[in-house]
Structure formats: C-alpha cells, structure tokens
C-alpha cells in the first residue's frame, strides 16, 4: 500500500509540473502575439531611402540646408536651401553655439541668434531658402544652424564653424571684469582670442 501511495504521488509530480510546462508555453506564445493570424499583422516596411531625411518628423514636407562653407569671423555669409513647402510661407531659423558648457553658477555664453524669413519661389515645386548672416556676432566656435516650419515638425539642421577673422592684425586682449557676487564675471575680451588661461586670486 505505501508503495502505490508512493507512486500516486510520483505521479501526481510528474502531471503538475507537465502542466506548468504547458501553462508557461501558451502564456509565452499569448505575449507574444504568435497566436494572431498572419493577415492581421501590418508587414508594411519603411524604405531605407525614407530614412534618409533624417531632421524632419513630416513625411509630407521637407527643408533642406545646403552645406555651409568655411566662415572667418566678421565675415557676412548666406545660408541658402531648398524645401517643398509653400512660397511665401513663413519659416523660422536659429543658429546657436553647439557647445554650451555649464558650471554650478555660470554657463559659456550661447552667441545665438533667431529670425524669420518668407519662402521664395523655386522650380518644379521646390522652392528656395536664403538668409544673410553677419558672423560678427558670434565667436570662433562650431554652431547649428536650424531652420523649421511653422508647425516645428519639419525642420533641418546644419554645422556651421566659424574659424578666426582673416589676416587679424590686432593684438588678442582676454579680459573680464567682475559682475556682482557669487564670483561671476563678465566677458569682456577683444580681437577674438581662440583660448584663454585664466588665474584668480
């Protein structure tokens, strides 16, 4: 008798744990959606070209900014390019510096500007982008260059580095003064130094 109790318990083992087994593979294949008939499942794919636009989130709408060329402080430049969108619509550009570093109290300075412009007419339905930049009101620094749409989810960015000013000849003055509490200071160098070495006391 202990002996058949023995193997009804064996058995009884044996059968749980085969039904965990089973119980784990059909919660394994519900999660996973294996179930779902092949005809319910979207199998559209994204052609590789698609990706190619990579700043604009409107498949309808694109910008596009041409490479900028090498820019020398002070100089005046365009930034041109070319969009689908409307003649005439308004667009928005900002250019910022890419490296803004932040301490406890302070930040690098930005150097940015923002603007709007109007779209001009092109050919076959792609039209222009132009705007002049006066680079004197930035540093010798690399800057992004964005241009958006209206709505913000067509847009396209560009690098643009401004390298030291042609054939300078002025002496480089780094300097800065004192601005209040909290040890900040104002930046007030000239001639566009490159570096500077601070030493405080």
Not at 103 to 131: H, V
Not at 147 to 168: F, G, H, K, W
Request: proline fraction near 4%.
């Amino acid at each position: 008798m202990c002996r058949k109790m023995s193997e009804d318990v064996s058995d009884r083992l044996i059968l749980e744990r085969f039904c965990i087994f089973i119980g784990i593979i059909v919660l394994a294949v519900f999660l996973c959606g294996c179930t779902q008939p092949s005809s319910d499942i979207n199998q559209t794919a994204i052609p590789i070209s698609s990706l190619a636009i990579s700043t604009n989130t409107n498949s309808t709408y694109w910008i596009k900014i041409d490479p900028i060329k090498e820019i020398h402080l002070g100089e005046v430049f365009t930034i041109t390019g070319t969009t689908n969108l409307p003649k005439n619509d308004n667009i928005s550009f900002e250019i910022y510096r890419t490296s803004i570093h932040c301490g406890k109290n302070w930040c690098t300075p930005n150097y940015g500007i923002t603007g709007t412009l109007s779209i001009d007419e092109g050919n076959n339905g792609i039209n222009r982008i132009s705007f002049d930049v006066n680079s004197s009101a930035f540093i010798s620094d690399e800057f992004t260059v964005r241009v958006s749409a209206e709505d913000q989810t067509t847009y396209s960015t560009e690098l643009m580095v401004i390298l030291p000013p042609r054939n300078a000849t002025a002496a480089l003055v780094a300097d800065r003064k004192l601005a209040g509490f909290h040890n900040s200071f104002i930046y007030i160098s000239k001639n566009y130094p490159t570096s500077w070495n601070w030493f405080f006391r």
